[in-house]
């Protein structure tokens, strides 16, 4: 708060002992809030004022009360409404908006009576002459002097919307046991230099509120690549495809490898590539059928294929390795895609996690990164269905304009690489991923 007013309100109950907080705003010309918060200001170097809360009546008139205060009181304008010989009261009814409010009050301030000795009934005068308390109250009332006005009748004025009752807080304030007209600076903290010194005994301190809230402390926030996952897989969901269990790190080098066709000679086997486990060692556990059709596959080939020709060896399959793809988690959901009871259906998976390869490790590679994939299984699928699916999925991510290119896969084909233009470097393009077709 400003210091001058908390001086000009110490210097005001230094003079007349007591004061009203509302009164100290009309007299000091300020915002009766900003009165208060000084009081509390003051307050809180010590007892240097005593408070007690006090509250305050006013009434403002409404809209319709200020109708009443420039053209008369409801009632007020049917009395003079009403001609020496009378009125129907049908017509007396047109006269005034408010005229069957009006007519009742008349009514039972006994201003009026209805005459039908001569058949059709006559609205007439009962009185010469009214005094219109209404329309005085009122005034009275918006100039601030409604206190003699009796509690029945203002509650009555409150029921015909004339006027509203307001209730206004203020404190009344009085000198305190160590009244002051200056205010000693008060220490927030208890240095150390001040308990070395001893100068903490004679210092004043800020009182503690031990109710009010801490300072909200930081919460946590997804990780980059966790909320990257999440968005990527909220548009796999989007698009109807379905996730992958993708918990098994450790895969053998069957499902990883072989199933997939890659060749056991091939240099991405090799353990300057791919981190081999020791324990266990080598997994036992294949489809036996499904295993000698890889193994025919590689030997000798099909469906138009005539194979690696080498000789297949079972304990290279067997292997266990931390999974370079998540590919390999495709190829075991795919042989029980077909083999499930009732036969084939057509499916659209996806997977997102982590993945393993013995990188040499720099500013841009690391042995672990993740692998984002996703499958669709169906019957007649086209080049063309697939390009679709992509461009949707990468509109999605906000990547608009890209471009599909012709690839090399010796395990599949057609195989295409997919670039974008990136939004940021203009005419900058980048791969972004690479796709194909299983037959």
Known sequence: MQPELTEQILNYIEQNDLADTLDLATNFNEDHQKIIGAVKSIQAHGELLNTETSSRKWWPVTDEGQYVIENGSHEASIFNAIPSDGISQADLMKTSPNAKVGFSKAMSQGWIVIDKSAGKPIVRRKVDSIDDIVQQHLIELKCGKGENIPDNIKNDYKKRKLMVENVTRSYVISKGAKFSTTLTKLETDLTSDMLLSGAWKNLKFKDYNFDAMGAQPASGHLHPLLKVRSEVADIFVQMGFQEMPTNNYVESSFWNFDALFQPQQHPARDAQDTFF???????????????????????????????????????????????????????????????????????????????????????????????????????????????????????????????????????????????????????????????????
């Open 277 to 439: 486990i020791t324990n266990p060692q080598l997994s036992t556990k294949f489809p036996t059928e499904y295993l000698q059709r890889v193994k025919k596959s590689h030997e000798e080939g099909g469906n138009g294929s005539i194979g690696y020709r080498y000789d297949w060896s079972l304990n290279d399959a067997q292997k266990n390795v931390l999974r370079t793809h998540t590919t390999a988690v495709s190829a075991r959901m795919l042989y029980k895609l077909a083999n499930q009871e009732g036969g084939f259906k057509p499916t659209k998976y996806f997977s997102i996690d982590k993945v393993f390869r013995n990188e040499t490790l720099d500013a841009t590679h690391l042995a672990e990164f993740h692998q984002v994939e996703g499958v669709i299984a169906g019957v007649d699928i086209t080049l063309g269905d697939l390009m679709g699916i992509i461009g949707g999925f990468f509109a999605k991510m906000g990547l608009t304009d890209i471009e599909f290119k012709p690839a090399y896969n010796p395990y599949t084909e057609p195989s295409m690489e997919i670039f974008a233009f990136h939004k940021v470097e203009v005419d900058q393009v980048i791969s972004i991923t690479g796709c194909c077709i299983y037959t």
